[in-house]
């Protein structure tokens, strides 16, 4: 007999571990591992659902007793072995249980409905199908004289055959007709899967720019290594402008040529309309993309693709990670910094580790690529663990951008009340004139920051979060409040809630406000917004960026999205309206988000032929995040920065472990964090911060409380989080509540 060991698709510590089933004779085929199942469970042999994580032909225990799975879902995808084993290494690493982490390596999870083309072909002889018709014609068969009518009418129909929907539909053959004469052997129906194909509508150029010196030197050493079999894992850390996407492709292209697959990861959807431009005019068909933004079709489609080896090259964000390649050679991870390579749900893994560990089991090399990487990518770099290559000049010759910091207090003083700085509006007005293009950045999002009243001070907050709601225009006014947290809204109110005061209204600065304000201020200039609010929909991010690329603005207002990784030749003038904003975020990161964002926001001016200036505006002008972003200076930012982390024990010096406990009860969610504080205990190699609030301190109705644990030790947070992790389902007066963890987040 065969025996199955399945997870229940079900995420319950106390149920994490893999219970084993017969599989009956006739489901033997399709009991694959990685197969989803139906099988009973419990006492009371309830339907559930669960995945085959390995087989085998030896019992557990008796026979008698071990219960049989019921159904192999076909309406299901399989996952591969060495996904499994992944998930399996990401459940012990991060945390979740291992249905979470199946779920996670499993972007498509459920097979969809084949999109096929299907056409009738003649059996017969021109000459045998017109006597076949004339016999129907006898017979008042008037359906099959209309199909084949359909067929004989063009001849072209009978060499290359007739579109069934179009023989349905239009000729009105029924089904059952066209079947009842393909059972006689008068018409043959032939079927064709067509896959939907999200970048059908590409074009291939072929075009290969020639590698200047630093590049070439990166591609061949990197290739040597490969080809003499040794896979490692390279950082290669490149001013803006580089050509590090070049490199990229080179190395894809080598690997392809050795019969391998390749993987590329982008931060964010908005990346891809550039990206997947350059790949697809490299590499043609070839190459797929996978994100969240596709049809259920279209993302099942592309699995399938990769799945049979039809493809060699998948482009996306994080779950593109998870492509079912079985001839991975290489895994490329642009702008490697970026905190959307964290997953913010279980588990919590960061793409960066988890490509590393895909590497290994699979023999690929990994390759990350930043003009500003993050500390912990450089710092592995320091100690060896990963190589080192280094970028030092643009490609083509092109000179890094000019760039001015602007000190907002000085503006204050010379009564300047506008949001654009005096030198920003200068700078915007000529290159106007030249008809060369702007950005203007702004890491915020919606209407403006908050609605608030000029007589009592209060603040109009969410009824479930304890955040502010934010304005959002409608038909030229702000007419609606939303959280950004739970989507709760709730009309823009006309006197102040708390009061009755008439002097109510919005406070603080959104990416809509700025665009209005340059409308006014330089009201010929063309604009075009770019934020979360803008780019709904499959197409929100590739429409604006088209138009913006083929210059039918002359403005872009945006968010974090248009700052990384775009490359529009035209833009000779960024502006940060609020360079220091993020430095006041209440997370240990935020000196290194904020150079990161600048580093990479100065980076989109003078990337063609014409020279780029970039203006930070800012309060903190003195900040060494500031300061050494105008200069590009990553070095002299590292060493500040990882000083600043030696001294508090941060990564990646030291390891940190958050725990986030939930209750819908203020008093309980009090205790609760209290007592895992207990359970943890004097645990020697540790530091415990809190517990205290969350930053949030409610969100959705769940009350939230924090505990940081620092060490040095890896593997002892792990053992700590295991600890708790095991006492809480133990716990009957805590069974409401909810703990995560995150690490090093």
Same mark, same amino acid.
């Given at each position: 007999?065969?025996?199955?060991?399945?997870?229940?698709?079900?995420?319950?510590?106390?149920?994490?571990?893999?219970?084993?089933?017969?599989?009956?004779?006739?489901?033997?085929?399709?009991?694959?591992?990685?197969?989803?199942?139906?099988?009973?469970?419990?006492?009371?042999?309830?339907?559930?659902?669960?995945?085959?994580?390995?087989?085998?032909?030896?019992?557990?225990?008796?026979?008698?007793?071990?219960?049989?799975?019921?159904?192999?879902?076909?309406?299901?995808?399989?996952?591969?072995?060495?996904?499994?084993?992944?998930?399996?290494?990401?459940?012990?690493?991060?945390?979740?249980?291992?249905?979470?982490?199946?779920?996670?390596? +499993?972007?498509?999870?459920?097979?969809?409905?084949?999109?096929?083309?299907?056409?009738?072909?003649?059996?017969?002889?021109?000459?045998?199908?017109?006597?076949?018709?004339?016999?129907?014609?006898?017979?008042?068969?008037?359906?099959?004289?209309?199909?084949?009518?359909?067929?004989?009418?063009?001849?072209?129909?009978?060499?290359?055959?007739?579109?069934?929907?179009?023989?349905?539909?239009?000729?009105?053959?029924?089904?059952?007709?066209?079947?009842?004469?393909?059972?006689?052997?008068?018409?043959?129906?032939?079927?064709?899967?067509?896959?939907?194909?999200?970048?059908?509508?590409?074009?291939?150029?072929?075009?290969?720019?020639?590698?200047?010196?630093?590049?070439?030197?990166?591609?061949?050493?990197? &290739?040597?290594?490969?080809?003499?079999?040794v896979r490692k894992d390279y950082l290669i850390h490149?001013?803006?402008?580089?050509?590090?996407?070049?490199?990229? +492709?080179?190395?894809?292209?080598?690997?392809?040529?050795?019969?391998?697959?390749?993987?590329?990861?982008?931060?964010?959807?908005?990346?891809?309309?550039?990206?997947?431009?350059?790949?697809?005019?490299?590499?043609?068909?070839?190459?797929?993309?996978?994100?969240?933004?596709?049809?259920?079709?279209?993302?099942?489609?592309?699995?399938?693709?990769?799945?049979?080896?039809?493809?060699?090259? +998948?482009?996306?964000?994080?779950?593109?990670l998870f492509t079912p390649f079985d001839k991975l050679?290489?895994?490329?991870?642009?702008?490697?910094?970026?905190?959307?390579?964290?997953?913010?749900?279980?588990?919590?893994?960061?793409?960066?580790?988890?490509?590393?560990?895909?590497?290994?089991?699979?023999?690929?090399?990994?390759?990350?690529?930043?003009a500003t990487p993050s500390l912990e990518a450089y710092?592995?770099?320091?100690?060896?663990?990963?190589?080192?290559?280094?970028?030092?000049?643009?490609?083509?010759?092109?000179?890094?951008?000019?760039?001015?910091?602007?000190?907002?207090?000085?503006?204050?003083?010379?009564?300047?009340?506008?949001?654009?700085?005096?030198?920003?509006?200068?700078?915007?007005?000529?290159?106007?004139?030249?008809?060369?293009?702007?950005?203007?950045?702004?890491?915020?999002?919606?209407?403006?920051?908050?609605?608030?009243?000029?007589?009592?001070?209060?603040?109009?907050? &969410?009824?479930?979060?304890?955040?502010?709601?934010?304005?959002?225009?409608?038909?030229?006014?702000?007419?609606?409040?939303? &959280?950004?947290? &739970?989507?709760?809204?709730?009309?823009?109110?006309?006197?102040?809630?708390?009061?009755?005061?008439?002097?109510?209204?919005?406070?603080?600065?959104?990416?809509?406000?700025?665009?209005?304000?340059?409308?006014?201020?330089?009201?010929?200039?063309?604009?075009?917004?770019?934020?979360?609010?803008?780019?709904?929909?499959?197409?929100?991010?590739?429409?604006?960026?088209?138009?913006?690329?083929?210059?039918?603005?002359?403005?872009?207002?945006?968010?974090?999205?248009?700052?990384?990784?775009?490359?529009?030749?035209?833009?000779?003038?960024?502006?940060?309206?609020?360079?220091?904003?993020?430095?006041?975020?209440?997370?240990?990161?935020?000196?290194?988000?904020?150079?990161?964002?600048?580093?990479?926001?100065?980076?989109?001016?003078?990337?063609?032929?014409?020279?780029?200036?970039?203006?930070?505006?800012?309060?903190?002008?003195?900040?060494?995040?500031?300061?050494?972003?105008?200069?590009?200076?990553?070095?002299?930012?590292?060493?500040?920065?990882?000083?600043?982390?030696?001294?508090?024990?941060?990564?990646?010096?030291?390891?940190?472990?958050?725990?986030?406990?939930?209750?819908?009860?203020?008093?309980?969610?009090?205790?609760?964090?209290?007592?895992?504080?207990?359970?943890?205990?004097?645990?020697?190699?540790?530091?415990?911060?809190?517990?205290?609030?969350?930053?949030?301190?409610?969100?959705?109705?769940?009350?939230?409380?924090?505990?940081?644990?620092?060490?040095?030790?890896?593997?002892?947070?792990?053992?700590?989080?295991?600890?708790?992790?095991?006492?809480?389902?133990?716990?009957?007066?805590?069974?409401?509540?909810?703990?995560?963890?995150?690490?090093?987040?």
């Open positions: 007999m065969l025996f199955a060991e399945v997870i229940v698709d079900i995420s319950i510590k106390s149920l994490d571990r893999p219970f084993q089933y017969f599989v009956p004779q006739e489901m033997e085929e399709q009991a694959l591992v990685g197969a989803q199942v139906v099988i009973p469970f419990g006492k009371g042999n309830r339907r559930m659902k669960g995945f085959i994580i390995g087989l085998s032909d030896t019992p557990k225990y008796d026979i008698n007793r071990t219960k049989g799975i019921l159904k192999v879902e076909k309406q299901g995808v399989v996952a591969e072995s060495h996904l499994l084993s992944l998930a399996y290494w990401m459940k012990e690493n991060y945390g979740a249980s291992m249905n979470d982490a199946i779920k996670a390596v +499993m972007p498509v999870r459920r097979e969809v409905k084949e999109k096929v083309e299907r056409f009738i072909f003649s059996k017969m002889p021109k000459a045998e199908l017109v006597q076949q018709r004339e016999l129907f014609e006898r017979k008042h068969n008037t359906a099959r004289v209309r199909l084949l009518d359909g067929l004989l009418q063009k001849e072209s129909a009978l060499e290359d055959g007739l579109d069934y929907d179009y023989a349905v539909k239009a000729l009105n053959v029924p089904q059952s007709v066209i079947r009842g004469l393909e059972e006689r052997g008068v018409v043959q129906v032939t079927s064709k899967q067509l896959y939907r194909n999200p970048l059908e509508n590409q074009s291939q150029s072929g075009s290969r720019p020639v590698l200047n010196g630093e590049q070439q030197a990166v591609v061949d050493a990197i &290739c040597r290594e490969y080809d003499r079999g490149g001013v803006t402008g580089s050509g590090k996407t070049e490199i990229y +492709m080179n190395l894809i292209e080598h690997v392809i040529e050795k019969g391998k697959q390749a993987i590329v990861l982008i931060p964010e959807i908005a990346l891809t309309f550039q990206t997947v431009n350059r790949f697809y005019g490299r590499f043609g068909a070839r190459v797929s993309i996978m994100h969240s933004r596709l049809s259920a079709g279209e993302r099942y489609d592309q699995f399938l693709r990769a799945k049979r080896g039809e493809i060699q090259i +998948m482009i996306g964000p994080r779950s593109a050679g290489l895994i490329v991870m642009d702008e490697e910094h970026e905190g959307s390579y964290q997953s913010d749900t279980m588990p919590k893994y960061h793409a960066r580790e988890v490509a590393v560990q895909r590497g290994k089991m699979l023999g690929a090399s990994v390759v990350l690529g930043s710092y592995r770099c320091e100690t060896g663990e990963y190589s080192l290559f280094t970028l030092k000049h643009r490609a083509g010759n092109a000179d890094l951008p000019r760039v001015q910091i602007v000190d907002l207090r000085e503006e204050l003083k010379a009564k300047n009340y506008s949001v654009f700085s005096r030198p920003l509006q200068q700078m915007m007005e000529e290159r106007l004139a030249k008809r060369e293009q702007i950005i203007l950045f702004l890491n915020r999002r919606g209407y403006a920051g908050f609605v608030s009243c000029r007589m009592c001070g209060g603040v109009i907050q &969410c009824d479930s979060c304890s955040v502010s709601l934010k304005p959002h225009e409608y038909g030229g006014r702000v007419a609606l409040l939303k &959280c950004h947290y &739970c989507g709760m809204e709730k009309p823009m109110p006309s006197v102040c809630p708390f009061c009755g005061s008439k002097y109510i209204g919005t406070f603080g600065l959104g990416t809509q406000q700025v665009e209005e304000m340059v409308k006014k201020r330089f009201q010929t200039a063309r604009v075009l917004r770019m934020d979360a609010d803008t780019t709904s929909g499959k197409e929100g991010h590739n429409r604006i960026l088209k138009a913006f690329s083929e210059q039918r603005a002359d403005i872009l207002v945006g968010t974090q999205m248009i700052v990384k990784g775009h490359d529009f030749p035209n833009v000779t003038l960024v502006g940060v309206l609020a360079a220091d904003l993020s430095l006041n975020a209440d997370n240990y990161r935020a000196s290194e988000r904020t150079f990161q964002l600048l580093a990479q926001a100065a980076g989109r001016a003078g990337r063609g032929e014409k020279a780029g200036d970039v203006v930070f505006q800012t309060y903190q002008p003195e900040h060494y995040s500031v300061a050494n972003a105008a200069c590009e200076n990553y070095q002299g930012f590292y060493r500040q920065e990882l000083a600043v982390r030696q001294m508090l024990h941060y990564p990646p010096i030291s390891n940190i472990l958050e725990v986030l406990s939930f209750s819908r009860e203020k008093e309980k969610a009090l205790c609760l964090s209290g007592k895992l504080k207990e359970v943890i205990g004097e645990e020697q190699g540790i530091v415990i911060l809190g517990p205290c609030d969350a930053p949030i301190v409610k969100l959705r109705d769940w009350y939230r409380r924090v505990m940081y644990i620092k060490s040095g030790d890896y593997g002892l947070l792990c053992r700590v989080r295991n600890r708790l992790e095991a006492w809480l389902p133990m716990q009957e007066e805590y069974k409401d509540c909810m703990v995560t963890f995150d690490m090093n987040r």
